[in-house]
């Protein structure tokens, strides 16, 4: 299917290039693995959390992705590209419930798990219709879904093949708890941040009635309190130890403990231990075997053992047992402070710590090994790696996989009442919701009981989005595959992983973690690491933080998708970078230059009847632009190779904008307008170079701005070379490297000249189309006879009426006035 983008008009109309290319390359399946036959490079693209609208963060980082994809395709590979939505979960039951205006809890599990469905559909067709109009080279026939019966198979069989090796366990365990959001959460879910609150002394007392005086930040769990601690050495509470303290307000007793971990000099030296206000809190509870007193709900809210606290938050409930404590006199000392505190990345609400029958995958046991993993990757930049690491080393909880929601993917398994045996799915029947099917061995394995009930909870979006590798394999081939057989390694590892920064803690560390456990494998060879992009105050710009003020919607509608790929690129890898409409506007110039660069030379490239041949002699000037040419295409590769693409930019832009177009098309211009003054030799070698420097030039902005490039390739270069794109041409069969050495050092010292004489006539106030009379040129021998031999080419890019050359010195570049007309002395007697 080719649209009609063969005509260059005189003004480059980007709205309408970009609309009938996105058609042409759909039809035509352009970036289909499959058409660009090649070794495999595979992409493991992030899949978008489908939460909302796409902020200009996604545009960034997708697009540096799509740069290097393309690069590599035009390198010669065959490049596998999909992309997917993560469309499940706890961020995307948030959005819908925001979307519809209505709550999970409300409606049943069924009901609102098709709204999720239906909700989800529409976003995900906006955002693919927003990375297709930015020009994103993946394969949209290669598109999958979290949720979709494919992803869920693949999900719990990933599920039950580590349940079988003895990763996975399920225990009634204290874990991280969002009452907000009403479930569990992984220690990679936790951000921190610094609150406002208070340091309280509160008054306990013994057995006695004396008093004994416990700091706290959170009085509200007095009614979880279990035990009060001293440090066994503290001399002040040694006679306490084996005694009972009892709590104020409700009353109960608690009993008093010697303990290392206690901190003398920190508040009073005496604490209380509460299930749970901390992970010291959970060490003593396991430790002494203290029992479980929860005060704190599954929705967020103080229990009736709250007394009254009941029904608040914790928020409140701290505030109403200070007013009591106050009211009693047992409160001594209130100092304001400000501390870090846990909270949930989705909501940015206080944790809590609860006791939960969970799934976990047990990660504390094989941090060694994770790091290890590490060693045999490639991170770009190779400095984020040392972020991974230091993730590993300080994880302390292994990874909750369970999650108390509806729209997820369900764990395969059900559970015995009578002798509480795990029943786990057989494979061949995935996927498959407990809740919706009954255990289809009917009757429990160990006992026989029937007795059977459902797992009721749903895996951690991560579960799925860290087996990305495996779910591509199958898109890839269109195969089931076997994790228990480690049937991936064709596939696994991947080529690429691109992502951000602050995923490395979760998405990067669960799939290496995945990959090592399923297939002893690492799940990529390179990892290619994008930083956010940041607002005028420097905050990063994200859905959450109300980044919809700069909208890709609103950008597109604004500038053409090549300018805003053109900023895209102008960061250095793995670091933040500031939003710069200027920037953007930088990338408007140059698509403007392309279009008006190549509308100059398209009467000469539409001369040629048939594809110019290479003619051996070129002259002086299109050997040294051909030879600039092979230079900045072995820099621009060198660049791309570690994934650099700002810096393979800046190596095209010098040469586009300095070589090609203030130097060389200037000095071939007077050939092309007085062809006849030339003879036919020179005029096709001139051609020759002209078409293939413009492909070149196109071939080497592809990868940055695929829209405008392709409609001038359309337009001039697809008959001629026929492949039906240019995103499908190969560098090797265009970029010949071409090394003119002599040609090259003497056009640059002939440039030098010609760079006095444009210098002297602006400094003079005369336009640079102003006539010499006389030109004389100080230089050595070799340059006078090039200058000789390319007399007519310098006379018409100097507009000199005759030129001769010395091989005297001059002391400083001049121009004078005479009776007929000015008269101009420059150097170029050595090369710089």
């Not at 416990?214 to 005694?243: N, W």
């Amino acid at each position: 299917m080719k649209v009609s983008v063969d005509q260059m008009d005189k003004k480059y109309d980007h709205s309408q290039a970009e609309k009938q290319l996105q058609a042409q390359w759909e039809g035509e399946r352009t970036y289909a693995h499959e058409h660009n036959p090649g070794p495999l490079y595979s992409v493991d693209t992030p899949p978008p959390t489908v939460s909302g609208s796409l902020h200009i963060g996604h545009l960034f980082s997708y697009t540096q992705t799509d740069i290097i994809a393309r690069y590599k395709r035009m390198g010669g590979y065959s490049v596998f590209y999909p992309f997917g939505f993560d469309d499940n979960g706890l961020a995307t039951e948030r959005f819908v419930e925001k979307e519809r205006g209505i709550r999970a809890h409300d409606l049943s599990r069924s009901d609102f798990i098709n709204v999720c469905l239906e909700e989800t559909a529409k976003a995900e067709g906006a955002f693919k219709d927003l990375w297709q109009r930015m020009g994103l080279s993946a394969d949209w026939n290669a598109e999958y879904s979290t949720i979709s019966p494919s992803v869920r198979r693949i999900s719990q069989a990933s599920f039950i093949d580590l349940y079988n090796k003895d990763y996975v366990y399920r225990k009634q365990e204290p874990a991280l708890y969002c009452g907000a959001c009403r479930t569990s959460i992984a220690q990679a879910d936790l951000d921190d941040k610094e609150l406002l609150s208070s340091f309280n002394d509160i008054v306990f007392k013994d057995e006695q009635g004396n008093e004994l005086l416990i700091g706290t930040t959170r009085p509200e769990l007095l009614p979880s309190c279990v035990a009060m601690f001293f440090h066994p050495s503290d001399e002040r509470y040694q006679h306490l130890a084996g005694k009972k303290a009892i709590v104020p307000i409700f009353e109960f007793e608690v009993p008093i403990m010697p303990d290392e971990s206690v901190d003398p000099l920190k508040g009073t030296g005496l604490v209380m231990c509460c299930t749970f206000g901390d992970k010291t809190d959970i060490e003593w509870f396991k430790k002494y075997r203290l029992p479980y007193k929860q005060s704190i709900g599954f929705d967020g809210k103080m229990m009736e053992c709250a007394g009254p606290l009941a029904g608040k938050k914790p928020a409140e409930a701290r505030a109403a047992i200070i007013a009591l404590l106050k009211e009693r006199n047992l409160l001594l000392r209130e100092r304001p402070i400000t501390h870090a505190v846990s909270v949930h990345e989705r909501c940015k609400k206080e944790i809590e710590y609860v006791v939960l029958p969970q799934w976990f995958i047990n990660v504390l046991d094989y941090k060694q090994q994770l790091i290890k993993q590490a060693d045999s990757i490639n991170w770009y930049p190779a400095f984020m790696k040392t972020r991974y690491v230091n993730w590993v080393e300080n994880i302390n909880w292994d990874w909750c996989i369970s999650r108390q929601r509806f729209f997820g993917i369900p764990f395969p398994v059900w559970h015995c009442n009578a002798c509480g045996q795990v029943l786990v799915a057989d494979v061949k029947d995935l996927p498959i919701d407990p809740q919706e099917r009954p255990y289809p061995g009917g009757a429990c394995t160990a006992c026989k009981s029937t007795d059977i009930r459902p797992d009721t909870d749903v895996m951690d979006t991560w579960n799925t989005s860290s087996i990305t590798p495996y779910i591509c394999a199958e898109l890839f081939d269109g195969k089931q595959h076997d994790f228990a057989a480690a049937s991936h390694k064709n596939f696994v590892p991947m080529s690429m992983r691109p992502q951000a920064h602050d995923i490395i803690r979760t998405w990067a560390f669960y799939t290496i973690t995945k990959a090592w456990m399923h297939e002893n494998s690492i799940p990529w060879k390179d990892i290619v690491i994008s930083g956010h992009v940041l607002a005028g105050q420097g905050g990063k710009i994200s859905k959450s933080q109300g980044g919809a003020a700069i909208t890709p919607d609103h950008l597109l509608s604004r500038f053409p998708a090549d300018a805003i790929r053109y900023w895209t690129a102008s960061g250095s890898l793995g670091h933040d970078i500031a939003f710069s409409e200027d920037q953007i506007k930088n990338g408007i110039r140059l698509v403007t230059k392309l279009w008006n660069a190549f509308i100059f030379i398209k009467p000469h490239i539409e001369a040629c009847a048939s594809k110019p041949e290479y003619s051996g002699e070129l002259g002086v000037a299109n050997e040294w632009i051909l030879d600039s040419a092979s230079h900045a295409y072995e820099r621009y590769c060198q660049h791309l190779e570690n994934h650099e693409f700002g810096l393979a930019l800046d190596v095209i832009e010098r040469f586009f904008w300095s070589d090609v177009c203030d130097n060389y098309l200037e000095l071939i211009k007077h050939q092309l307008f007085n062809p006849h003054e030339y003879d036919e030799r020179t005029v096709a070698a001139t051609r020759w170079t002209l078409y293939t420097l413009g492909l070149r030039i196109l071939q080497l902005y592809a990868p940055y701005v695929p829209y405008v490039t392709e409609a001038i390739y359309q337009s001039l270069y697809r008959k001629l070379e026929q492949t039906a794109s240019l995103h499908q041409t190969r560098y090797v069969s265009v970029q010949t490297v071409l090394v003119f050495e002599r040609s090259a050092r003497i056009a640059k010292r002939m440039m030098i000249g010609v760079a006095q004489v444009r210098k002297l006539k602006s400094d003079n106030q005369l336009p640079l189309n102003e006539p010499l009379a006389r030109l004389t040129i100080h230089a050595d021998d070799e340059l006078c006879e090039a200058i000789h031999q390319n007399t007519l080419l310098l006379k018409g890019v100097t507009r000199a009426a005759h030129i001769e050359c010395v091989s005297d010195a001059l002391q400083a570049p001049n121009i004078e006035k005479h009776e007929d007309g000015w008269h101009a002395a420059v150097s170029a007697a050595a090369a710089q």
